[in-house]
């Protein structure tokens, strides 16, 4: 019975251990999708893009110029200028007689016409002027006007196409100067030649995995605990040095999990942005403004591999006390247990019963949650201030921040640490005694 117990705990803690790992995998490759949205869909492609800004432009200038009219007001408007301007040619050259005087300059350009004398360039001048007078071109400018609005009306389909072909070219020469879009590749790992088609493929195959994610990690826990549950009835029954050692083996996958899943995921998004430019919505889908999602080991890794100091000097204390000497105290906890001669040494008792109180794995629980707590309120606070509504644009922000799995895990190995732990100092401290 005592062996078939101890198979029975050792084949749900390994199932525990491959469902937990298959956790693993599977966030892996969710947090991998998630960075690809997240970089597919970063405000600098959308909201801080200027060459999406130019094809907006573009798209609201061709509608006014489809949609161009030109009113029965604006044909009188244009009748009152082209009178005024007529009126200010005819003020400017006939009665100042600039025209004449025009006439006769180019009449005497030679040489020898020159030395007509002016008694010639004064007759030419006076038939000039009666010529002029016969003319009455002050009279004729309403007739003038009248047939200049009647070809240019004619005119305006041919206006309206000469300028939609120059939008167009200029919008063309323009989009040719953006170069290529920086996120094809992703599109084409997804599958897709668009943003709309990576999307697709994207959500579908997130779904999927939350889903299987879901389903290892409730599998996961269940087995831990059940495996509790069944060390805690075989307690007396079962030798203390083995029941011990089975606890410690279920702190360590628990350990395991937590260093390595993810703890927190920050996301801060603009779910929608709408402008309103020259009597036209320009609108913005949701866009990504910030997004981290990493276990204790991946910001270890990142620490480590900073270039500051200050950072490798961090990253080595997260790595000694919440990764190192966690996993170094499960291992001397069962050698303590079931080696005789190492309970006689001053530093496996040191490390097991006296630093473990140092260990920063149960601070850096505490400090997840309140990073998490202060992140939240931090990035709620920068989202509320930038969310705004205004009589020319809106914009709709979204906090999507949220504990990561991992922490469960590592908040449950920190309380069996401590119940270990106690367990343990408490039945050898009697025992000396």
Known sequence: MKYISQIILLVIIAYASYAGFRTYEISKEENEINYDYAEMHMIKYGLFNLDLWKEKLFVILEDRVDNFEITARDLDGIRRQIESYLQDLYEEYFESGKLIDAIVEARQGSEDEKKLGKLFIGLFRKNIEAELKNIDFEAQIPVITDQLMIELERKIPEIKAEISASVSDMMATELARSGSDRRIPLYEKYGGINLDEADAVIEARLETLRAAKRSFIIRSISALVFALLVLLVLNKTMPFAWSTSWLTLICTVFLALGLALPMIDLDARLSTIDVNLLDSNIH??????????????????????????????????????????????MLLTTVYLFIEKSRNSQLIKVIIFYMGKWSMADVFVVAIFMSYIGFYGLISSMLNDFSYQSYSSSADTVNYSSLSPGIIYFSSYCLLSIVMSSIVHRKFRKRDA
């Open 284 to 329: 913005f889908d949701e866009q990504v403004m910030y997004y981290q999602s990493k276990s204790i080991i991946d910001v270890t890794i990142t620490l480590l591999e900073g270039r500051g100091i200050d950072l490798k000097i961090v990253g080595f204390l997260i790595l000694l006390f919440s990764i190192i000497l966690p996993f170094l105290k």
